[in-house]
């Protein structure tokens, strides 16, 4: 029914920048909390970046000002623009969704609040 299919990863130097896409397929954005998740070798899986249906969005603090959440409804395609990349950023990125949630469309909500995810993408910065 409802898959979403990632893109976008690869691997590049400081400084420089990727933008990651998500389309879903099976369902049309409709009262969702959209997001990108990261996780690097050896660490936990981290919210970086959510969206909701409004367009509010929400960054982590080690994302914000250098990253952008955004959708394309008509393309039903969620993005993340991330500049100024460092190899802290290095991981494998997750976007995830959620539909119909109950809760606030925050970097607070857990893995299990999110009903489908991307197969991944691999994100690696170099120095």
């Known amino acids: 029914q409802v898959h979403l299919v990632e893109s976008g990863g690869g691997s590049v130097q400081a400084g420089g920048s990727l933008r990651l896409s998500c389309v879903v397929f099976?369902?049309?954005?409709?009262?969702?909390?959209m997001a990108w998740f990261r996780q690097a070798p050896g660490k936990e899986r981290e919210g970086v970046a959510t969206?909701?249906?409004?367009?509010?969005?929400n960054y982590a603090d080690s994302v914000k000002g250098r990253f952008t959440i955004s959708k394309d409804n008509v393309k039903n395609t969620l993005y993340l623009q991330m500049n100024s990349l460092n190899p802290e950023d290095t991981a494998m990125y997750y976007c995830?969704?959620?539909?119909?949630?109950?809760?606030?469309?925050?970097?607070?909500?857990?893995?299990?609040?999110?009903?489908?995810w991307g197969q991944g993408t691999q994100v690696t910065v170099s120095s």
């Open positions: 995830a969704a959620e539909y119909r949630y109950s809760g606030a469309c925050s970097l607070n909500r857990k893995r299990n609040e999110y009903r489908y």
């Open positions: 969206i909701r249906s409004d367009g509010s969005t």
């Open positions: 099976g369902i049309t954005y409709s009262n969702y909390c």
